[in-house]
């Protein structure tokens, strides 16, 4: 079976780099003009896609005519006080900075673990692929966020690497094939690569 993990297209806090994990911000501009650029796939008949309005803004375009499947544990993680704020503007903040120092794997102040986020992520992902499994489906697409795919290639891939080394562009991701006898036992993605766009 094949699995697409597409980042959604750019929003205005990813120029700014801000932190936007529970923030419903929607694809900017420049954003929808990229998705668009890339064509749509009217092949694909169902879409898993997180709830956020940058995750849906891009499945409708990319994928027109699909089903979608709204997934809420595909959410970003939450950044509780650090939300709608960059680096920058935090520089001075001492629980950023704190958090920062934990390599960012303690919880931010009103915010959500890493570990917790990353948990609930791939035991979401398991799911779909064992539901796309019982029902023979041959393609599984999902739209999430950059921390939602960077968890499940550090669960999944193989060679394994950290977390933050899975990070993907805007309107970029993984395309992954999987053995659908062994992932009920031993689940890995068997062949994955970088993929600039949806389904190439």
Same mark, same amino acid.
């Given at each position: 079976?094949?699995v697409i993990l597409i980042r959604h297209g750019r929003t205005d806090g990813n120029v700014l780099g801000k932190?936007?994990?529970?923030? @419903? %911000?929607?694809?900017?501009?420049?954003?929808?003009?990229? /998705?668009?650029?890339? #064509? =749509?796939? +009217? *092949?694909?008949?169902?879409? /898993?896609?997180?709830?956020?309005?940058?995750?849906?803004?891009?499945?409708?375009? +990319?994928?027109?005519?699909?089903?979608? @499947?709204? $997934?809420?544990?595909?959410?970003?993680?939450?950044?509780?006080?650090? %939300?709608?704020?960059?680096?920058?503007?935090?520089?001075?903040?001492?629980?950023?900075?704190?958090?920062?120092?934990?390599?960012?794997? =303690? =919880? !931010?102040?009103?915010?959500?673990?890493?570990?917790?986020?990353? *948990?609930?992520? $791939?035991?979401?992902? @398991? +799911?779909?692929?064992?539901?796309?499994?019982?029902?023979?489906?041959?393609?599984?697409?999902? /739209?999430?966020?950059? #921390?939602?795919?960077?968890? /499940?290639?550090?669960?999944?891939?193989?060679?394994?690497?950290?977390?933050?080394?899975?990070?993907?562009?805007? $309107?970029? #991701?993984?395309?992954?094939? +999987? @053995?659908?006898?062994?992932?009920?036992?031993? !689940?890995?993605? %068997?062949?994955?690569?970088?993929? *600039?766009?949806?389904?190439?």
């Amino acid at each position: 079976m094949k699995v697409i993990l597409i980042r959604h297209g750019r929003t205005d806090g990813n120029v700014l780099g801000k932190y936007m994990g529970r923030t @419903d %911000e929607p694809l900017s501009k420049m954003g929808e003009m990229e /998705v668009a650029s890339m #064509g =749509s796939f +009217l *092949e694909i008949e169902k879409v /898993v896609s997180s709830p956020m309005a940058r995750a849906t803004d891009t499945a409708r375009l +990319l994928f027109p005519s699909a089903y979608l @499947d709204i $997934c809420t544990d595909f959410c970003e993680m939450d950044f509780g006080d650090f %939300e709608g704020r960059s680096a920058e503007d935090m520089r001075d903040d001492a629980e950023y900075m704190k958090w920062v120092d934990s390599m960012c794997t =303690s =919880s !931010p102040p009103n915010g959500e673990n890493l570990e917790a986020f990353k *948990e609930r992520t $791939c035991r979401a992902f @398991d +799911l779909k692929v064992r539901q796309s499994i019982f029902f023979k489906e041959k393609c599984l697409v999902i /739209v999430a966020h950059g #921390g939602t795919i960077m968890a /499940v290639m550090e669960r999944y891939a193989l060679p394994a690497r950290p977390y933050f080394e899975w990070h993907v562009k805007n $309107c970029c #991701g993984y395309s992954v094939t +999987l @053995d659908e006898n062994k992932w009920m036992k031993e !689940p890995f993605f %068997e062949d994955w690569r970088d993929t *600039e766009g949806p389904c190439r």
